[in-house]
């Protein structure tokens, strides 16, 4: 099915969030999301872009499993799926080496596994025992998103994961995400505030609107991520600010 929000063949996982309100006492209701679907793809990278204060990260919580008090379905649960999640706060243990953060994150019966190759792509190698204060923030992150794909899942998401990084990092760290994708096939939702970089490496954008956050657009790309110049991701992004005001800005 073609239409934004619907369920396509072959997903990853479908979310259906009819209607999110929290309530709390001595304080009116506040709806968060409202009628807000969209399905998750393998080997797809899918770019969450809303303004601040939408229900972006409501929604993740939602996706995750962590808030089932909602009207909706999250088809398959993401237990089944098999879900990581990279924070934007690395939240690494300062006083465990890089590997042992690491292997922390897997089950207790594989924390023994191979883990040699997974540190090599991510340029962690040298870094396997050191502490976390010794990194800067790219590589700390880095580390956060080796915990995630030493689970291997299927479905990873990210929440702002490249935010406070210079370029030179945040670039670092796309490329490894990227090639996340084109080695594993793993599917793929991060949510950011910067469209430019998600036009650079989405397949595909969900464009949400103000609280209470439903789906304005979804907006697929087909250009190849190597085709895709810096004046074309200049284009687009004008293009989709004089469609979608409210939500990007000029």
């Keep these: 099915m073609s239409a934004a929000g619907a369920e396509r063949e072959g ?9 999110k309100v929290y309530r709390r006492a001595r304080t009116e209701p506040v709806e968060a999301v409202s009628g807000l679907a969209f399905s998750l793809q393998p080997a797809e990278i899918t770019c969450l872009i809303g303004p601040s204060g939408a229900g972006k990260t409501t929604t993740l919580r939602i996706l995750l499993g962590l808030d089932r ?9 993401p237990e089944q799926v098999g879900v990581a999640m990279v924070f934007q706060d690395p939240r690494l243990l300062p006083w465990r080496t890089i590997e042992q953060n690491v292997r922390l994150g897997l089950p207790r019966e594989r924390r023994a596994r191979d883990l040699d190759g997974l540190f090599e792509s991510l340029g962690l190698t040298p870094w396997r025992s050191r502490y976390p204060g010794a990194l800067s923030l790219g590589m700390q992150r880095r580390v956060s998103l080796a915990r995630a794909l030493a689970l291997e899942p299927r479905l990873l998401v990210l ?21 996340t994708v084109a080695q594993a096939g793993t599917g793929i939702l991060m949510v950011t505030h910067n469209v430019g970089e998600a036009i650079e490496i989405a397949d595909r954008l969900l464009l949400v609107s103000a609280r209470p956050a439903r789906l304005l657009a979804e907006i697929p790309f087909d250009r190849p991520r ?15 600010a004089d469609r979608f005001p409210a939500i990007i800005a000029r």
């Design 69 to 77: 008090d909602f009207e909706g379905a999250v088809t398959p649960s």
């Design 226 to 240: 190597d085709g895709r110049d810096r004046a074309w991701i200049e284009s687009t992004r004008a293009g989709l």
């Design 159 to 179: 929440d702002e994961p490249f935010v406070s990084l210079d370029d030179a990092a945040a670039a670092g760290l796309r490329g490894l995400v990227v090639g």
């Design 11 to 19: 997903a990853l996982l479908d979310l259906r969030i009819d209607r």
